[in-house]
């Protein structure tokens, strides 16, 4: 698959200082302005930084298509091209899509209620249509050689910490919101092979598991790392982070993974769990080799991995071979 380079800008060209300095400061200050009014109505931090990346992407894409006008004087066919622009040209899901319409119309809204400050008396987005909320991301799969090799190119570039979360969340099947919950302590002790207790969904409490991969990457990480007083396995300039961006760092990944193999894949931090449930079922998963297995474990066994409440749960996380099967049985060519 080729790459999608507008995909590529809206999760890392705001990131770009050389690209951020050159936004129009007008925007600049409007997007300070309500970043103080969310952290006023205390607002978490992780919703805070949500607000900032989107609205970043956001007042980049008015820099590089919209003359980098200033965001009060855009038309509602302005943002009803931004809204194609993500939808069609970064194929973004329908909730990541609509959650940045929402981001744009909470910040029109709060320039047209500081009337005192800003001219402004139309939220000229709030009639941009959301999309159906039905409409879902196609399930991307990544192999157990996939996986390894991204690793491999995280720890030689000496990016450790995103090789941890990388195998972390490969080994544990573990959600976003699970692993953002790990600490450091858990990692400090070669025989440990769980985390200390998260809470998932459901407010179900377990340890996540994890396996050789992650020692490995865990432990280099930790030595680069040294002392700190931060308690989280994660952490960027001596401080901890929003959990949100555990996610971005898979977008970095997406990039890496196509540049050492020419293949661009839309996996998330989701994915992951996707592929350990799946690499463990056809026995493809590293730790199996490990182990000197052979085959998968059964979806039972799966269905205590993922923590889940059935087994009919657990079988929408594999891979659907029935199509496969039928070209095996008759010998013959069926289309994906």
Request: net charge negative.
């Amino acid at each position: 698959m080729s790459k999608d380079n507008g995909t590529k800008n809206v999760y890392n060209n705001f990131f770009d200082l050389e690209i951020w300095e050159k936004v129009n400061p007008e925007n600049q200050a409007l997007l300070e302005d309500y970043l103080l009014e969310l952290k006023q109505n205390q607002k978490s931090d992780g919703t805070i930084y949500q607000y900032k990346r989107d609205l970043m992407g956001l007042m980049v894409y008015i820099y590089r298509k919209l003359d980098n006008r200033s965001i009060l004087e855009l038309s509602k066919r302005d943002f009803r091209s931004y809204s194609l622009y993500l939808s069609i040209e970064c194929g973004l899901a329908n909730a990541s899509h609509n959650r940045r319409l929402s981001s744009l119309r909470s910040l029109l809204s709060f320039a047209e209620e500081e009337d005192d400050t800003y001219d402004y008396d139309v939220n000229a987005a709030r009639k941009v249509k959301s999309l159906p909320k039905h409409a879902t991301r196609e399930i991307h799969y990544l192999s157990d050689e996939q996986i390894l090799m991204l690793r491999d190119a995280l720890m030689k570039r000496g990016e450790y910490q995103k090789a941890t979360l990388l195998m972390l969340a490969y080994d544990s099947a573990g959600r976003k919101n699970e692993l953002s919950q790990v600490e450091k302590y858990c990692f400090l002790d070669d025989s440990k092979n769980s985390t200390n207790k998260v809470i998932g969904k459901r407010r179900k409490i377990f340890r996540l598991v994890y396996f050789s991969g992650t020692k490995e990457c865990a432990k280099k990480w930790l030595s680069v790392r040294g002392d700190d007083e931060i308690d989280s396995l994660w952490a960027v300039n001596g401080k901890g982070i929003p959990s949100s961006m555990l996610y971005d760092w898979f977008m970095d990944m997406r990039d890496l993974l196509y540049e050492i193999s020419g293949d661009y894949i839309e996996f998330n931090v989701h994915s992951m769990r996707h592929a350990c449930l799946q690499n463990f079922s056809d026995g493809t998963h590293y730790v199996l080799k490990e182990l000197g297995m052979t085959e998968g474990f059964p979806i039972e066994k799966l269905k205590l991995l993922a923590n889940h409440s059935s087994i009919e749960t657990t079988s929408q996380y594999l891979r659907d071979n029935s199509i496969d099967e039928l070209r095996e049985m008759f010998g013959i060519t069926i289309d994906d």
